[in-house]
């Protein structure tokens, strides 16, 4: 059984094992994403060891991303996220897709001019107008991700016309991209992105800037979004036929 598992392998720390016997669980969807892990001190009686060393094992396991902790609700497996590439969608509908709720907080907001950097981007002419918004997003309330995005500003009325999502508010005034480029990067986060998802600098990040157009071909949004390596999977379907 579990118990004697733990207990006969002198090999490794036990917390290092019950960790183990979590990511088996996981792995075996014995705990699915979403399901709440039993208290410390259930687990502690479970697998006889002290309640230090379950908390150290749930610790580390929250660091690591796989568990998440809700205050006053209990602690959570959190699972990868996956993320198919050939449908043009939203972190929200990608989140619900999953069975997750999408949710964000505001870094900025605000209406500009299109900085060279962007006009290269999107193929916007000097001084065009834009609007940016800085988020981070969460999925049930655990932050993945963080993302700016630089909209053409024949878009969009204004940065208030955005709520939750923003390709909702595109949708809504008929500029709803249907076109993208994606490209894909390996990042560590630096100190400030890091504070900012509840990781340790140098964690490991992925980079995805989109570049997404309208119908008409005209350029309608670049969003650079830094995922978290440890929560975020990109999945692509190839085929040959
Ligand atoms: C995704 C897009 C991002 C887009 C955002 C809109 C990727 C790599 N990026 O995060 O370009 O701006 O969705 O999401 O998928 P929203 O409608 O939930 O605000």
Redesign the pocket.
């Known amino acids: 059984d579990q118990v004697g598992r733990l207990r006969a392998d002198k090999s490794a720390p036990l917390y290092v094992q019950l960790q183990q016997l979590i990511r088996d669980a996981i792995g075996e969807q014995v705990l699915d994403q979403g399901d709440a892990i039993p208290p410390e001190r259930d687990l502690a009686v479970e697998y006889d060891v002290s309640r230090i060393t379950v908390r150290k094992a749930i610790s580390g396991l929250v660091e690591e991303g796989l568990l998440s902790r809700r205050r006053g609700a209990g602690t959570f497996v959190v699972g990868r996220v996956e ?1 198919s590439f050939s449908k043009l ?6 989140m619900a897709a999953r069975g997750r709720v ?1 949710s ?1 907080s505001w870094i900025s907001r605000a209406a500009g001019q299109v900085s060279p950097e962007e006009a290269m981007a999107l193929g916007l002419s000097p001084g065009a107008p834009v609007l940016r918004f800085a988020r981070i ?1 969460y999925a049930d309330e655990v932050p993945m ?1 963080l ?1 700016f ?1 630089t909209i053409a500003g024949y878009c969009l009325a204004s940065v208030d016309a ?1 709520d ?5 508010a595109l949708e809504k005034a008929g500029t709803r991209p249907v076109r993208a480029l ?1 490209r894909l990067r390996a990042v560590p986060f630096t100190g400030e992105h890091a504070k900012m998802l509840g990781v340790d600098p140098g964690h490991a990040g992925l980079l ?1 800037e ?1 570049r ?1 157009f309208l119908r008409d071909g005209r350029p309608a ?1 670049v ?1 650079r ?1 830094y995922y978290r390596g440890d929560a975020y999977d990109f999945v692509a379907e190839l085929s040959d036929i």
């Open positions: 993320k969608s939203s972190f929200t509908e990608d999408a964000s997003r991700a993302e995005s955005v939750n999502s923003l390709y909702a994606q995805i989109r997404a949004e969003t979004s």
